[in-house]
């Protein structure tokens, strides 16, 4: 039977501070290794480091050891953070307020999709176990006074070492915090209980928002009473899909193969994403801020892109296969195909994203106003690309077939990610032929924009929400596309020679919701023509006479 003899409070709070310093922060230790010289003053900046964050770390903990609250808050820091390390190990993750909201707002399928032998190992040795020494361990409180005075001592002893080494080591910490603001974002338990602290106040801040109406004046132009049949237009919003993979873009593989052969299709080179995760880049380009001004919690109370398409009077259907709209569609028709029981498409509480071409043949059939259909993808979502396509779209070979990134080679993590997008290949070019072959009962587009990039090894960083001012360009720089029948051309006045010709031209997600007004012929103030793409490249109806806007 273990028998472990009582211990002073300020004790356990020492050695806790190591463990945590050292058991959870083996990612810390091994970039702030890359990034300071080898030499003696490296060495010393980064015991200068390690020191103030032991003694920051007693500091806080002597603030919270006291009876009945010590223990559980301990074994809630050793669980949580056993996890947090593993993520950080496996994908290079680093953690901020918005990796935490990824982590609040996922669904149960992406969860299941990270869970992994490791992962368990990770939360036994660094979470499980300790927690259980902890429980075993007696501490010896003394009488309040005393125990009062301790923590003084030691809180004045911890701020007083900080002081002090900081002081010594001011050049050199100053500049590596100066020069390396990801260091912050590093530092486990620290980061999520910041990134726990910010999601929290974001959800205040979104309650005591009020609700904003947008685009009131939203109308359409008198131009489509000469329209001769309905419209569909298709926005299909991709999921994790960079731009540097697709073939089309000029990748050195065939990942495009059906879309390379699509007449008419614009492929734009030069495209940026608002945010690194699905969580901000979905919000932020179905609103009219921009990447610069958006606001997470004033984005959730107010309206967006397809609320003013509705207002202005055309039918507006979101349909997904993936962990929603992120309050983008709240307003909107929605229909959920993610969780269908196709025997064909559907499997273990997931489907391909051929199950949003579901039925669509008979929807044209009988569409009988304008529509705006948003089909949102689960695309080359991470990290079991394997999962994502059918095996006759397994292209490229050898394929990772785990979700434990940094188990497999780098090659076989590509295969699989570049076998995702031959499958969005099909997917879309399929949609593209079936609404070519409706053209000449119903004006058919088709504008598709991915949400994000994503990391594939590149600087020992797998998946995405890598802070934007951090993130590579990978897992920013995104594909978009965009396909017009004849007859969209024609009721609409899109030149498509004149976008090819600009299809060079840098782009981000921002013109989505200008472009998308300015494409159905919306009018409102809350258009920005600036920020339509297609501005310079639509014709306009003036006194009956087509001409270039």
């Known amino acids: ?51 103030l964050v032991l003694f920051a770390f007693n500091l806080v903990l002597t603030l919270v050891a006291f009876r009945g609250l010590f223990k559980p808050v301990l074994m809630l820091l050793f669980l949580i953070s056993a996890g947090v390390a593993y993520f950080m190990a ?44 902890l429980f075993k361990t007696p501490i010896s409180y003394r009488r309040w006074p005393k125990e009062l005075l301790s923590k003084l001592v030691v809180s004045g002893v911890s701020a007083a070492v900080i002081g002090m080494v900081a002081l010594a080591n001011y050049q050199g910490l100053s500049s590596l915090f100066r020069n390396h603001h990801e260091l912050h974002l590093m530092v486990v338990p620290s980061n999520y209980i910041g990134a726990s602290i910010g999601y929290l106040r974001e959800q205040v801040a979104s309650a005591k928002q009020p609700f904003i109406t947008l685009g009131e004046d939203a109308s359409r132009n008198p131009v489509w009473q000469t329209h001769a049949r309905k419209s569909l237009t298709v926005l299909v919003v991709g999921e994790s899909a960079r731009a540097e993979n697709f073939g089309i873009l000029g990748y050195n593989r065939d990942t495009t193969p059906q ?41 959730r109370n107010e309206e967006g892109l397809l609320d003013v398409l509705k207002r202005a009077g055309l039918e507006v259907i979101w349909r997904d296969n993936q962990s929603g709209c992120k309050g983008t569609c709240d307003r909107v028709t929605v229909q959920d195909v993610s969780n269908l029981k196709d025997p064909a498409l559907c499997a273990n509480s997931e489907c391909r994203d051929e199950i949003l071409l579901q039925g669509l043949q008979h929807f044209i059939d009988t569409l009988d106003k304008d529509t705006v259909l948003v089909l949102h993808q689960m695309g080359s979502h991470g990290p079991e690309y394997f999962k994502r396509y059918p095996k006759q779209y397994e292209h490229f070979t050898p394929v990772c077939q785990s979700n434990a990134l940094n188990n497999c080679s780098r090659q076989s993590i590509v295969n699989g990610y570049d076998n995702t997008l031959v499958y969005t290949d099909h997917v879309l070019s399929t949609l593209i032929d079936l609404l070519r072959a409706n053209q000449d009962k119903v004006d058919t587009a088709m504008l598709y924009l991915s949400d994000h990039g994503e990391s594939l090894g590149e600087y020992n960083l797998f998946l995405h929400g890598t802070p934007y001012m951090l993130a590579p360009e990978q897992q920013k720089h995104v594909a978009m596309l965009a396909w017009f029948s004849d007859s969209y ?38 258009y920005n023509r600036d920020l339509d793409l297609f501005a310079g490249c639509r014709g306009a109806v003036i006194d009956g006479v087509l001409a270039r806007q």
Request: proline share 3%; hydrophobic share 45%; aromatic share 10%.
């Open 489 to 526: 051309q024609k009721s609409f006045s899109v030149d498509t020679h004149c976008l090819q010709l600009s299809r060079d031209k840098p782009l981000s997600q921002d013109n989505l919701f200008h472009s998308m007004l300015g494409l159905l012929e919306v009018n409102s103030k809350v």
């Open 90 to 133: 496996q994908y290079g993750v680093l953690i901020d307020a918005g990796m935490f909201r990824n982590f609040a707002e996922t669904n149960a399928t992406e969860v299941r999709d990270l869970l992994s032998l490791k992962l368990f190992a990770y939360l036994g040795l660094l979470g499980v176990l300790p927690s259980w020494l």
């Open 1 to 51: 039977m273990l028998t472990i003899k009582p211990v002073r409070p300020e004790w356990v709070t020492l050695v806790a501070s190591v463990f945590l310093l050292v058991g959870f922060n083996v990612v810390l230790w091994q970039h702030l290794h890359t990034i300071t010289a080898g030499d003696g003053g490296g060495v010393l900046i980064g015991v200068a480091f390690a020191v």
């Open 259 to 299: 879309l390379n052969q699509e007449a008419g299709l614009i492929a734009f080179t030069d495209v940026h994403s608002c945010g690194t995760e699905t969580a901000v880049s979905v919000p932020c380009m179905f609103s009219n801020m921009g990447r610069k001004n958006y606001d997470a919690s004033k984005a």
